[in-house]
T-cell receptor, first 114, second 116 residues
Framework: AQSVTQLGSHVSVSEGALVLLRCNYS??????LFWYVQYPNQGLQLLLKYTSAATLVKGINGFEAEFKKSETSFHLTKPSAHMSDAAEYFCAVSPSGGSYIPTFGRGTSLIVHP | GAGVSQSPSNKVTEKGKDVELRCDPISGHTALYWYRQSLGQGLEFLIY????????KSGLPSDRFSAERTGGSVSTLTIQRTQQEDSAVYLC??????????????FGPGTRLTVT
């Protein structure tokens, strides 16, 4: 069984400030972890993924995430927010074996103030 | 190259009518997924196709929902006797090969279904 918890349905930051979106997971087997971004009226787009290689993963648009097994976390960060980062962000977990169906978190809406 | 496409982009239907939603995956992708996205609810898994294997229908919420995938490519999600609670955005995704779970999914833009 697997699950994902995204803390905070909304996160508000000022332009230029640090972005931190939290994701905690549970998985009975070593997981693969993903962050997706969804802009209004669009489908989801992959930001980055963790597949048991380096624990610090760099993605597109300056985002990165760190896999911390001891904390069962995969938080998404960006040093400096841009207005264009305003979107919905989803964390997802997929087991490395067994069912191939990923489980998604409920999403976090990132609001960027000028 | 072409991404995942879905049609229609918007569908308004009356309660009790049947609807069909279409998904064209990326060419060569063997795995196809349907999700339902309701406001504030994240993505709800509905059904998963992998190659010629029997689909995983474990996420379908009722027997009013069904899906098929013809020739390992195009998929159609059918909702019979629609109810107002079926109103949501229906997303389709495909991936290269879900036999290796770390392949990411590519999503279509979704079909927004409104049941009046």
């Amino acid at each position: 069984a697997q699950s994902v918890t995204q803390l905070g349905s909304h996160v508000s930051v000022s332009e230029g400030a640090l972005v931190l979106l939290r994701c905690n997971y549970s998985s009975s087997v070593p997981p693969y972890l993903f962050w997706y971004v969804q802009y209004p009226n669009q489908g989801l787009q992959l930001l980055l993924k963790y597949t048991s290689a380096a624990t610090l993963v760099k993605g597109i648009n300056g985002f990165e995430a760190e896999f911390k097994k001891s904390e069962t976390s995969f938080h998404l960060t960006k040093p400096s927010a841009h207005m264009s980062d305003a979107a919905e962000y989803f964390c997802a977990v997929s087991p490395s074996g067994g069912s191939y169906i990923p489980t998604f978190g409920r999403g976090t809406s990132l609001i960027v103030h000028p | 190259g072409a991404g995942v496409s879905q049609s229609p982009s918007n569908k308004v239907t009356e309660k009790g009518k049947d609807v069909e939603l279409r998904c064209d995956p990326i060419s060569g992708h063997t795995a196809l997924y349907w999700y339902r996205q309701s406001l504030g609810q994240g993505l709800e898994f509905l059904i998963y196709f992998q190659g010629n294997s029997a689909p995983d229908k474990s996420g379908l919420p009722s027997d009013r929902f069904s899906a098929e995938r013809t020739g390992g490519s195009v998929s159609t999600l059918t909702i019979q006797r629609t109810q107002q609670e079926d109103s949501a955005v229906y997303l389709c995704a495909s991936s290269l090969d879900s036999g290796l779970a770390h392949y990411e999914q590519y999503f279509g833009p979704g079909t927004r279904l409104t049941v009046t």
